[in-house]
């Protein structure tokens, strides 16, 4: 910081001080990328809190898709199917919590590929879980 004379008064020299541009400018970006910085990890952690990401386990094979049924992170109902052709498919982007039902088919398309409906089962989602954002769901429960 330096001082600029701004003239005389009653024969007192007045001084206003002075930042220099290039300060300005460094604080300037310095706040912008803090911002950026927090607004980038705020999308997971507020989700971790009101939802989770689930993975689909189905160790039998025999499970084409799941039909998943819940409320999404906002508490507003949600309908997904989700075709699972591994034994863990992850359903990524997607948050769940409370009360879901999966109703399982043999097709990919949730019975709209003509395939055999499985039966259905209740899981529960907890909107909170400290240690991920992932919960498993194992679906080898199949009623035929």
Known sequence: MSEKLMGKKNGVALAVPTVRKRTVGTAVA??????????GAGGQAVAGTAGQQI?????????G??????????GAPRTYCLATPHKETRLEGW????YTRLAKWTDSSCGAGGGAYLGSQDEWVNATQYDSDWTWLNIYKNQY
Do not use: F, N, P
Not at 30 to 39: I, N, R
Not at 55 to 63: E, F, K, L, Q, S
């Open 30 to 39: 310095s706040g912008a990328l803090a911002l950026a910085a927090v607004l």
């Open 55 to 63: 993975v689909i386990a189905d160790y039998t094979g025999r499970v």
């Open 65 to 74: 898709s799941v039909k998943i049924i819940s409320q999404d992170q906002k």
């Open 95 to 98: 948050w769940w919590r409370d």
